[in-house]
């Protein structure tokens, strides 16, 4: 619209030109606002197996819009259609934009096909949380994972993809694996792929 | 020592660690819609959104002070002056314009034309009534709170309902007097 001054009125959020995603927030927000996250869902929960389900729900639901979002900014409006491709696009370009770096690592499970691993030394929502002893294994990694689950489902190659921590060597603080779990069909479709 | 002048928004905000707006705007978003399909009310969601916004503030205050070098406002002019110009920007990247204010000086407005928390956001037809950006003006509310200052902070216009801006009330109910020390040894 010509003439209403220089605030633009937008009918519709589609009108709206796409952001280049430069702007930035500061770390203490997004904390404060993923501890929040975290402690209303533990009020929704009694046992922690339940807590992180809903934790990768809320990922879920960033991953899914994250694809979108990426696929038309940084892709020329086209989708991974390969295994390979999908995996180093969230290792890369998701981690990138979403954490401000590319992830430390990205591996193939040494014991199963349908298996891979994303893994960070210190992944952004686990930076400012300790686990009380009475949660036991609960991985706020779940968001992460939940993340991920979103963008691989949605760009057609479901997955079940959970968090873990491993201790490292040397190191006070454990890194976060990323599991991805591909499910059968997606497998089968890849290797019909590879072959040449 | 002399007092440590206070810090501009802008260079608190250059030299704090920074994450993409967008992995903010969106996990908000995955809470409020989280609240919906917990709460299914709306004014329930509002509640909560607010809540959540209250505890944030009561922590938050705390960096704000450590980081800002701000001491006591003089009156509550001040008061707003410094959350849309500094706390604003150095935790959202944005700053508000102060506005509105009543004769006695306890009422104001601030007006926002950047919300990062509205990007991507439509707010469908059964949404009405849903104050979307609520978690904001609980956090006002309760750094406040931590400063001793009561206030009453609402939504007056909100661009996700049409309005040109965002417009947010800030009301001081009333200044709360410093209770001295409990017990000093604590």
């Known amino acids: 619209m010509i003439g209403v001054g220089k605030i633009k009125q937008y009918t519709n959020v589609l009108d709206k030109p796409l952001s280049k995603g430069k702007q930035e927030v500061s770390l203490s927000a997004f904390a404060l606002l993923f501890s929040e996250l975290v402690q209303y869902n533990q009020t929704q929960v009694d046992n922690i197996a339940e807590l992180e389900r809903r934790l990768e729900d809320a990922g879920y639901a960033v991953g899914a819009r994250v694809l979108e979002l990426l696929c038309h900014r940084e892709k020329g409006n086209r989708r991974e259609t390969r295994l390979i491709g999908i995996l180093s696009f969230v290792h890369s370009t998701v981690w990138k934009v979403l954490f401000g770096k590319i992830a430390d690592s990205l591996e193939k499970g040494t014991e199963h096909e349908d298996e891979y691993m994303i893994s960070e030394k210190e992944l952004l929502v686990n930076r400012f949380i300790s686990i009380p002893k009475d949660m036991g294994a609960f991985n706020c990694g779940a968001f992460a994972a939940g993340v991920v689950r979103g963008v691989l489902d949605n760009a057609g190659f479901p997955a079940v993809v959970t968090a873990h921590f491993v201790p490292v060597e040397g190191q006070q603080r454990p890194r976060t694996t990323i599991l991805i779990k591909f499910s059968e069909e997606v497998i089968y479709s890849h290797l019909m792929h590879s072959i040449p | ?186």
């Open chain 2, 1 to 186: 020592m002399a007092p440590v002048a206070p810090r501009s928004g802008d260079a608190i905000f250059a030299s704090v660690e920074r994450v993409n707006a967008e992995l903010f705007t969106l996990t908000y978003g995955a809470i409020v819609r989280q609240l919906i399909t917990d709460l299914e009310e709306v004014d329930e969601v509002n509640k909560q959104l607010d809540q959540m916004g209250y505890n944030i503030g009561v922590r938050l205050i705390d960096e704000f002070l450590a980081k800002s070098n701000i001491s006591r406002c003089v009156d509550f002019k001040e008061t707003a002056e410094v959350i849309a110009k500094v706390g604003l920007k150095m935790f959202l990247g944005i700053t508000a314009t102060v506005t509105n204010w009543d004769a006695e000086g306890t009422t104001c407005s601030l007006i926002l034309e950047d919300n990062p928390l509205v990007d991507f956001v439509e707010l469908p037809y059964t949404c009405q009534g849903l104050n979307y950006c609520n978690i904001l003006s609980g956090v006002i509310r309760g750094a406040l709170e931590m400063v001793s200052m009561k206030t009453e902070v609402t939504w007056i216009r909100d661009m996700l309902l049409g309005d040109d801006v965002f417009e947010l009330q800030l009301k001081l109910i009333k200044q709360v007097p410093e209770e001295y020390p409990y017990k000093d040894d604590e």
